[in-house]
């Protein structure tokens, strides 16, 4: 009998962490991902606002795992599961398997309105990043051209739709470019003009900390120049602008950019597999599993990270952060270990939740680190640590380190580029 096959779908955190603690274990490791590199989603916004060029957040699986010889990558579109007959479906094969470790992750969520996204592109990947951030670079030399004081004011107009952690360090860094990386570029307007506003459905941003920190967050925001909207639900995005729910008042605000990062569903993949095998999804497209983290009749099947429905303390599911796909990666090999080595039943899944951190800006930042709380300073400073150590890949960790240190001297963003084609068929129009 040969070795015992795990194949692992996804080579984002959840996935990335189950190949590395199978690693050199007598199981024979695959892993499928449609891209050839880890992403490091947290810093993903740092691209789209020039901070940082896309390969400084990214690291080459086949690089990251070159050490584990039992594990080996495959570059592949997964389309389906056959979990009777233990297969991954390709679009080019199958892969069979013994134990199979599902996390895909997710992608944006627009409510049922999936026409906005070209409108108002999310931030889930590397192209994703680079288009937001020739969107908004684009909105300040458009600016510079145009004559008419109430479209240049449209121009200058950045709404950024969702109060989360990646909404404020999105509409933060938005402050920190008008206010410092832009100030003495252009001749036609001053950036620090520009209205950066931050809309959010409920009564504060950053729901998931403390309201003390929320609204400390919202102070430093402020002084960057953003203006957070709260109870404000989007009704409409068109290519001028937005529309707003207010109350019972309808609100419209003229704007050129606009970022979302108000919600994010399951990837597709757990559709697919849910009905694979025969479950239903949630509202937010994902798979329910169970305290070991796999799904109902399948036990040699398990489904991790955003795309997974895994009930936390209280019962409610689990943040789809980082923290909780890497544990539940590391979690699900040791599951497959211990069966293999017959050592009885693995305790349940039990998230260890080490606290949550967002920067705001430069010397800005909030900390929730095991209840307790800092801001400023202490907490920018624990923001930039934790956020290196947990980088993949000294190579990685050294060009962020310095592009941040010079980021910091300069006040400058040199990764600030407009690429692929930033003009639009009507703006070719307009310039003949």
């Known amino acids: 009998m040969g070795q015992h096959r795990v194949v692992i779908v996804g080579g ?22 449609r891209r050839n590199f880890h992403l490091f989603q947290p810093l993903l916004y740092q691209v789209a606002t020039g901070g940082l060029s896309p ?21 592949a579109e997964v389309t389906g599961f056959d979990l009777a007959g233990r297969r991954v479906l390709l679009a080019d094969g199958v892969v069979e398997y013994d134990s199979l470790i599902v996390a895909a992750g997710a992608r944006h969520h627009y409510f049922g309105n999936d026409s906005w996204e070209p409108l108002a592109p999310g931030l889930k990947s590397i192209e994703d990043a680079t288009a937001i951030r020739r969107k908004i670079l684009w909105a300040f030399e458009r600016a510079e051209r145009e004559p008419d004081p109430e479209q240049r004011r449209a121009w200058l107009t950045f709404v950024v739709v969702g109060g989360g952690p990646t909404g404020v360090e999105l509409a933060g860094a938005l402050g920190e470019i008008a206010n410092d990386t832009l100030r003495e570029d252009f001749r036609n307007f001053r950036p620090e003009e520009a209205r950066i506003l931050l809309l959010d459905a409920g009564d504060q941003i950053l729901t998931s900390f403390p309201a003390s920190l929320g609204a400390a967050a919202e102070r430093d925001l402020l002084r960057l120049g953003v203006r957070c909207l709260h109870r404000r639900t989007v009704t409409a995005v068109d290519s001028s602008g ?3 729910r207010n109350g019972d008042r309808l609100d419209r605000l003229e704007t050129k950019t606009v970022i979302w990062a108000a919600g994010v569903k399951a990837s597709p993949l757990a559709t697919q597999l849910a009905t694979a095998a025969g479950l239903a999804v949630d509202r937010a497209g994902r798979i329910p599993v169970t305290a070991l983290c796999t799904l109902p009749e399948f036990p040699s099947v398990f489904a991790l990270g955003d795309m ?5 303390a209280g019962g409610k599911p689990l943040p789809g952060i980082a923290p909780v796909a890497m544990q539940q990666g590391r979690y699900a090999a ?4 211990d069966r293999l080595a017959n050592r009885g039943n693995t305790p349940p899944f039990v998230y260890h939740d080490r606290g949550n951190l967002a920067t705001i800006g430069r010397h800005s930042a909030v900390a929730d680190i095991r209840g307790v709380h800092a801001t400023g300073l202490l907490a ?8 290196l150590l ?5 190579q990685n960790r050294l060009q962020v380190f310095l592009h941040w240190a ?9 990764a600030r580029l407009i690429t692929a084609n930033a003009l639009t068929p009507t703006e070719y129009s307009s310039n003949e």
């Open 242 to 244: 937005v529309t707003l």
């Open 390 to 394: 947990f980088l993949v890949g000294f």
């Open 334 to 337: 040791r599951v497959v270990l």
């Open 308 to 312: 997974a429905a895994c009930a936390g």
């Open 12 to 33: 984002g955190f959840g996935g990335l962490a189950a190949a590395r603690a199978l690693g050199g274990e007598a199981v024979a490791v695959t892993l499928i991902d």
């Open 406 to 414: 010079f980021q910091y001297i300069s006040f400058n963003r040199n």
């Open 380 to 387: 920018w400073l624990l923001w930039l640590f934790i956020h």
């Open 55 to 75: 390969a400084d957040i990214c690291a080459p699986i086949r690089t990251v795992l070159r050490r584990h010889k039992n594990v080996r990558t495959v570059l």
